[in-house]
Each structure stands twice: as structure tokens, then as C-alpha cells.
């Protein structure tokens, strides 16, 4: 498995805008597509952004469509999401994920948590009102 740790969390203001950072241990980081998912208390884990293994194709969730940007750097093993125009309802633990392959699945408008099978810990968001 690869090992993931997220950084870049923390406290902003609606409208507000944070980087969240991904950081893989495994040269192979290239291989793999990267995905990032959020749960927010009382909720199931939810999918936000994917993005294949050259960065050549993503998509998005219709909730940020617009608002965040994943991308990722293969030379330095990182993936990113940038957020822009920050709600309250995006307040929740962002975890990211690393594929079991290079490219992501989009079923029924949604790309599956069983697609990845390394998670990171998890970096809080909240956005406040």
C-alpha cells in the first residue's frame, strides 16, 4: 500500500480559499490515479475529485464542480486540491486516496471509495459563516 498524508487543512471564512496537499511515500505515486474524499459528521464518506495517473483527465463532484481544482506533480509524489469560494457545508475531514489503478471509475455520476485502496489520515476543513 502506498502511505498518504494529507497537510493544509484548517479554519477559513466562507469564500475563502485552502490547498490541501497530498504527500505519497512510493516512487510509484505516478502509477497510480490519486482521488480526494471528504465525511463531514453524521455522514457517509463522500467522493470530491479524481484525477488518472498523468493528470490527463478529472472530474468532480457536482457539489465543488467549479469551486476546487485537483491536480497532482508526479515528480514530487504530491497531489493537490485547491478550494475556492469556500461554503460552510464543505466543512468536513478530507481524506486522500490512491487508486488500485492509474485510471478512476465514474459510476452513476459518482467515482467509488472501493476504487482506492490507500487512504491518508484525513486533514480537517472547516469553513465558517
Known amino acids: 500500500q502506498v502511505q498518504l498524508v494529507e497537510s493544509g487543512g484548517g479554519l477559513v471564512q466562507a469564500g475563502g480559499s485552502l490547498r490541501l496537499s497530498c504527500a505519497a511515500s512510493?516512487?510509484?505515486?505516478?502509477?497510480?490515479?490519486m482521488g480526494w474524499f471528504r465525511q463531514a459528521p453524521g455522514k457517509e464518506r463522500e467522493f470530491v475529485a479524481a484525477?488518472?495517473?498523468?493528470?490527463?483527465?478529472?472530474y468532480y463532484a457536482d457539489s465543488v464542480k467549479g469551486r476546487f481544482t485537483i491536480s497532482r506533480d508526479n515528480a514530487k509524489n504530491t497531489a493537490y486540491l485547491q478550494m475556492n469560494s469556500l461554503k460552510p457545508e464543505d466543512t468536513a475531514v478530507y481524506y486522500c486516496?490512491?487508486?488500485?489503478?492509474?485510471?478512476?471509475?465514474?459510476?452513476?455520476?459518482?467515482?467509488?471509495?472501493?476504487?482506492?485502496?490507500?487512504w491518508g489520515q484525513g486533514t480537517q476543513v472547516t469553513v465558517s459563516s
Open positions: 512510493e516512487r510509484t505515486f505516478s502509477s497510480y490515479a
Open positions: 484525477i488518472t495517473w498523468s493528470g490527463g483527465s478529472t
Open positions: 486516496a490512491a487508486g488500485n489503478s492509474g485510471s478512476f471509475y465514474v459510476v452513476h455520476g459518482s467515482v467509488d471509495l472501493a476504487d482506492f485502496g490507500s
